[in-house]
């Protein structure tokens, strides 16, 4: 059996986008054949897992100072402990530069291709010391590191486009099981009295997502209800500034367990995205557009990325653009009847696409 070693940042088992995509990745190289292994970093080891769905996990510790980090971002993991695994294939994930092509070369001269897992083109704050080096690690990766590597998994079209035409390339957006019941698929779907709307994400103080815009929309609207999962009020407070006046439509219930967020979403109406095309967005793809559908929950949300690929308006969700606003959105979610709004949900449901068994002819175009 051929052996896979995925190294990066993600911390197993759920405690990160970056664990459910890997995971999503494992499960079907496992049911292509292969025995894949983790290396990520974790904060505690005494309580790290050894072992996820029978995918064994090692770790390196995260940096706590500056010469650590500079250590992570240079070798992440030596490479004598890469070779040890006897792998026939590397998986990197969103790695550093230096890290990567220490790693790349050799495996080369060991005869191990290395893939790299791609899933955004960070963006970067400030010139202090660490943002410097921050910025040309990412320039080295995006610019010159990905040319070289043996194939590239890109989780959105720009990023594919972008390296197509140097090495192998497939386009897979974030992947999750939907046999897993936690996305209660089963279930009879219905219609809130009042519109239930909900955000669920770290939101980054408008960094990543709007959720100030959507607030302020939503205030227009006294029978709409926004329920916000990963912030508090006070959260929301110091990052984005008082609440408006009198709104009394929104409730803010803080970080959750990841299966509570989940039900959360599928017991919304519509799960709100509401993002500035940067280059950031344009080069990621949301996980929690993948996870609102598999909820079976309609969305609506800007068109970054190549979301356009999948969200139709007035079919499985609402697109804001420059044409139709949030207002006008919102205007439209309060004319459907509950029988319609049912009907997109099931329209979510119907679409299969993001189940990570769909992807098995493009990631047999890199592993063999």
């Not at 009394?248 to 500035?276: S, T, Y």
């Not at 949030?326 to 004319?335: E, G, P, Q, Y």
């Amino acid at each position: 059996m051929k052996k896979i070693l995925y190294i990066g940042g993600f911390e197993m088992p759920d405690k990160n986008a970056a664990a459910q995509r890997v995971m999503a990745n494992a499960l079907l190289l496992r049911e292509m054949g292969f025995d894949v292994s983790f290396i990520g970093p974790t904060k505690n080891r005494s309580n790290a897992v050894v072992e996820v769905d029978g995918f064994k996990c090692e770790y390196v510790d995260y940096p706590k100072s500056i010469g650590q980090w500079l250590n992570y971002i240079t070798e992440f993991v030596r490479v004598e402990e890469v070779i040890a695994h006897n792998p026939d294939y590397v998986v990197l994930y969103n790695f550093p530069a230096v890290a990567s092509l220490r790693i790349l070369k050799v495996c080369h001269k060991n005869g191990i291709k290395v893939i790299h897992d791609l899933t955004e083109w960070e963006s970067t704050r400030g010139w202090s010391p660490r943002e410097i080096i921050r910025k040309i690690d990412i320039s080295l990766r995006m610019k010159y590191c990905m040319k070289k590597m043996d194939g590239v998994i890109a989780i959105s079209r720009y990023l594919y486009n972008r390296y197509k035409d140097y090495t192998k390339c497939i386009l897979v957006p974030p992947t999750v099981d939907l046999t897993n019941p936690k996305w209660n698929r089963e279930r009879e779907l219905n219609a809130s009295k009042d519109v239930n709307l909900v955000y669920a994400g770290t939101a980054g103080f408008g960094n990543k997502d709007k959720l100030n815009v959507i607030i302020d929309a939503i205030n227009s609207f006294p029978s709409i209800r926004l329920t916000v999962i990963g912030m508090t009020e006070e959260q929301y407070i110091q990052g984005y500034g008082q609440m408006p006046l009198n709104c009394k439509n929104v409730e803010f219930r803080g970080r959750v367990p990841h299966a509570e967020a989940v039900k959360a979403v599928c017991d919304a109406d519509f799960q709100m995205l509401i993002r500035d095309n940067t280059l950031k967005n344009k080069a990621g793809f949301p996980t929690k557009f993948v996870e609102s559908m598999s909820c079976c929950t309609p969305l609506i949300a800007t068109l970054t990325s190549n979301i356009g690929d999948y969200l139709k308006d007035g079919v499985n969700g609402f697109v804001v653009d420059d044409e139709q606003t949030l207002f006008n959105v919102l205007s439209r979610i309060l004319a459907l009847s509950k029988s319609e709004i049912i009907a997109m949900k099931q329209h979510c449901k119907d679409f299969t696409g993001f189940d990570y068994r769909s992807y098995n002819s493009e990631f047999e175009k890199l592993f063999q």
